[in-house]
């Protein structure tokens, strides 16, 4: 069962690639005598991010460093310890990230993982900082909205964020539905079946913010982000036709459908999200 998790997303420890509006939510780490080091000769934030298998940025974050992010001979830099967990008997890697507030992505290409299905129990996994996404100003939208006075127009902002209609990127038989099977992995999207060299069609009008092969078992992937926070998520493509900052066309070929990844036979992972959360799509295809 096909597990796509879209949030965004550390995956590489230093940066979100998905989503500007996201920034580290940094859990609460007491400082220990032995969680410090003293800085030597010829280290600098990368080494010592290397050496300890931490973040550069999450150092940076509990040191307080500013830029020019400069460190010295004997300073103290205090070591925030990663979070590991013990893989138990029924784990799949979607229920760990969901238990832990990570996800599918970051955890795979944090820990090298060649293949998302296969984890052991006792396996040591690192997880990832997670996210938290910025809230804006609720009191001075409020206070504008009551100024203006229109319960219409309230309605209407609220209807059109929570609803969006797309186009079926390929049209073929749908191998796995959305939700939970009887594997017991939850399918984040569908899989559709197709023919060699059909051409996947963008869902809507958007920008593409991913464009590659770096996730294990997804094989070629594009991510596309639209209007209201909307993306969706195209994978086991065997050509891509699109690279990141792409702005696209609904209904404009962004790339040949395949079974590049884990996948057998010829089909498209199609993805619809809200934000960080998955919905049906086909509640959202027409």
Known sequence: MKIIILLIFFLYGCESIFYDEFTIKYPKIEPKKTDFYKV????NLYSISKKFNISIKKIIKHNGIKEPFKIYPNQRIFLPKNVYYRVKKGDTLYSISRKLKSNVYSISKLNKLKDINQIKVGQRILIPEYFEQKKNNPTLKKKTIQKKKKVVKVKSISKSSNTQKFIWPVKGKILIKYGSGDSGFFNDGINIKSSSGIAVKASNDGEIIYSGNEIPGYGNLILIKHNKNWITAYAHLEKIEKTKGDLVKRGQSIGIVGNTGNVKDIQL???????K??????????
């Open 40 to 43: 030597k000769k010829g280290d």
């Open 269 to 275: 992972h199609f993805e619809i999200r809200k934000g």
């Open 277 to 286: 959360n998955a919905v049906n799509p086909l509640k959202h295809l027409s």
